[in-house]
């Protein structure tokens, strides 16, 4: 299949060619666009890598046989529905950090294999959701605060920054989250060149975090002090800022879901994309997230897949 009609077929797995919305010329007016078929999808083979933001625990059903806890809605899934024909294959696992990639990952009192090892040369289609975990930046965060917020006097507004600032300030103590953020990019670039190494022809491509505080207001499905949500808010925005320069610098296209998922925070109610502090079986784990935004992930990643094979084919 040539690279123009792989990214027609593409086109259509994202509902552009229907639609009209992509950033280039209407469907329209694409001279010579061969019609997808079901049986010709875009890429042969496709590997999902990441931690549990791929993995998506209860969306809904869920495999716990090896507690990576993959679900049956998760992008990389969907992505394999849009492309009937095509091999997928779910590597993702809960907990993973950018070592799980390269090296095996304990879960539980088992070691499961590098991420990266179970990938062939010949793979066509690599999505990478690494960097969340590094460290345990998003739950040190989340839970950190959460647990900071119920121990704090009800007089102190931000007790979980003011808490980062002092360790922070001690001498001997460990790093805290947002110490640790340049070398979680370091990690991530490092972990991004391992990947095209191993896989020099296939597409790859880094997929980011949505955002989970909103910018306005406070909610109880995030029990954090109200001074705290800036905070966290911002701690977010400067991961994501860490995996876009490490993918730029590593030469990998970044899927960034930051400002596409404003108005969809913890605190969104119904248009919420992620589940807040209590885990619900039947939708999503705690903090991680729902339906609706692997749904919108798997878009957003066929977009940049589109993209990508239309820059190789000049």
Excluded at 32 to 56: H, I, K, Q, R, V
Excluded at 58 to 80: E, H, K, Q
Excluded at 95 to 109: C, E, F, H, K, L
Excluded at 117 to 122: C, H, K, Q, S
């Amino acid at each position: 299949m040539t690279i123009r009609r792989r990214a027609a077929v593409l086109l259509a797995a994202t509902g552009l060619l229907a639609s009209g919305c992509t950033s280039g010329p209407p469907a329209a007016e694409v001279e010579n666009t061969p019609e997808p078929t079901p049986d010709a999808p875009p890429f042969a083979t496709y590997y999902a890598l990441g931690d549990s933001y791929t993995a998506a625990p209860f969306v809904p059903s869920t495999d716990s046989r090896d507690l990576c806890l993959r679900s049956s809605g998760n992008y990389p899934a969907i992505i394999s529905i849009r492309l009937k024909g095509m091999r997928m294959v779910d590597l993702s696992c809960a907990n993973a950090s950018t070592q799980a990639i390269t090296d095996p990952q304990r879960v539980g009192s088992t070691f499961l294999p590098a991420q990266l090892d179970e990938v062939p040369e010949d793979a066509d289609l690599v999505t990478v959701g690494i960097g969340g975990s590094d460290f345990s930046f998003l739950s040190e965060l989340l839970t950190g605060c959460v647990r900071v917020a119920s121990l704090a006097e009800e007089d102190d507004d931000a007790p979980c920054r003011e808490f980062s600032q002092e360790l922070a300030e001690t001498e001997g103590a460990d790093p805290t989250p947002i110490e640790q953020l340049p070398r979680i990019g370091s990690r991530v670039r490092r972990t991004l060149l391992e990947v095209k190494e191993k896989v020099p022809d296939a597409v790859v491509l880094m997929v980011g975090y949505p955002q989970l505080v909103p910018a306005k207001g406070t909610c109880d499905e995030l029990p954090i002090a109200d001074g705290d949500y800036p905070f966290v808010r911002k701690a977010i925005r400067d991961l994501d800022s860490q995996l876009r320069r490490a993918a730029r610098r590593a030469e990998v296209p970044y899927v960034g879901l930051m400002n596409d998922s404003k108005g969809h925070d913890i605190c969104a109610g119904r248009k919420a994309w992620v589940n807040g502090s209590v885990t619900d079986t039947a939708r999503a784990l705690a903090y991680h997230p729902f339906a609706k935004e692997q749904e919108y992930v798997a878009t957003k990643v066929l977009e940049a897949a589109t993209r990508e094979l239309q820059k190789r084919g000049g």
